[in-house]
């Protein structure tokens, strides 16, 4: 059993270690590209007048909403946006990252929410997120039971920790996506899947069979 | 960079972000060049790790001691490694979490410390700043720009993977 206060003292210890591991912030030296230097100069003077620049964010963003309004009234070729805009899944070392590439058109301000969980679950915090919603809830052996959904993928990616799981594809309410059972007692199963209509990324994860998970995935439905 | 300016409002802030630039920016690109081997985005990581310092100054007391030191070099090494990451989706090369980040001389370690030396970046990062500086799982999730969830996740796997080391190292 380790202890809060073993990982603190631990934590202490590791961190004067890392510390040492390292040159002397003193030793350090490096001459930064003039780009660099500019940004930080032009920093130092923003840091000394907050008020004028933050003035000067509120014009930027004004042009900005101008510039997306002009981009709103601009078409453009919808084969070409067929081929470059979609869901990329991309392996990183011991996990997935899924990431949107291109323009969503079909963005929605759908909200969705579990409508059925498993007896043993207790919600602990449900948060909206940059690009969708989380729901986090713990069984009853303490382990994390996680509902995400993300509508808005510009703003937002999601890592899955499923390089090393059994998967395979399965079908949620007419959607494709993928199921992985984790081969180590410690992890937790998934089931990941894409509404492609509305470009919205479902995902579960929690330490329960396939046939339950795919009863929450299939009841991880639209709010009313 | 307008996002600096208005995330620091007070004078002692802005003095301090300034402190924390002269005396560690020569550190956090020693760090970030050592994952990304190049110039420019080793620059750029650091420029990203300023970021995330002015946006979370007020974690930061004294300027100069062992923890800012500590804090400052965890994010430089975690905004390299989302360079690092980044930069691999566009190539072929697999990328690996185990094998980049700080290489942490442990010789001197022993027990639960020397095994939290073994964990993968990542997972020592989220171990430090909750068990060493003290951030609660919304802070660091601000910090490393992971949602709160990922946050929770991946502090559970740490300790998980801390708990498998400690046994192959028989701690436990």
Known sequence: MITDEMMSHAAALLAEAINKSLPAPCECTHDYSTGFERKMKRLMRKVDHPVRH?????????????FIGFGAVLS??????????GWVRQQCGSFYDYFFVGENRNATQAKYYPHWIPDDCTLLVSYETSGGEEFIYSDDEGMLV????????????????????????????????????????TETNYVVWIDTDQNILFYISGKYDEDTLLKMATNFLKSN | ?????????????????????????????????????????????????????????????????????N?????????AIDAYRFKKRKETVEYTDEMIGITVE????????????????????????????????????????????????????????LHQICEEEGVL
């Open chain 1, 54 to 66: 933050r003035v000067l964010r509120a014009a930027t963003s004004i042009l900005l909403i101008i």
């Open chain 1, 76 to 85: 453009i070729s919808a084969e070409a946006r067929e081929i470059v805009f």
């Open chain 1, 146 to 185: 996680q509902f995400a959904y993300i509508s808005n993928p510009s703003n937002e990616s999601l890592h899955v920790d499923g390089v090393e799981y059994e998967k395979h594809k399965i079908r949620i309410n007419n959607d494709t996506g993928e199921i992985g059972i984790a081969t180590v007692s």
């Open chain 2, 1 to 69: 960079m307008f996002i600096y300016m208005t995330m620091i409002d007070s004078p002692e802030d802005q003095s301090k972000f300034e402190q924390i630039y002269s005396e560690y920016k020569g550190l956090m690109y020693y760090v970030a060049y050592k994952i990304l081997n190049n110039t420019h985005d080793a620059e750029d990581a650091v420029h990203n790790a300023f970021i995330k310092i002015a946006e979370n100054i007020n974690n930061i007391d004294e300027v100069v001691c062992p923890r800012t030191q």
């Open chain 2, 71 to 79: 804090y400052v070099v965890t994010i430089a090494e975690n905004k």
């Open chain 2, 106 to 161: 442990n010789q001197t370690l022993q027990g639960l410390a020397y095994c939290m030396a073994k964990l993968p970046p990542r997972y020592r990062q989220i171990i430090l700043l909750k068990y060493y500086h003290g951030y609660n799982n919304r802070e660091i999730s601000k910090l490393l720009d992971l949602t709160e969830a990922n946050v929770m996740k991946l502090d559970q796997r740490a300790k998980k993977k």
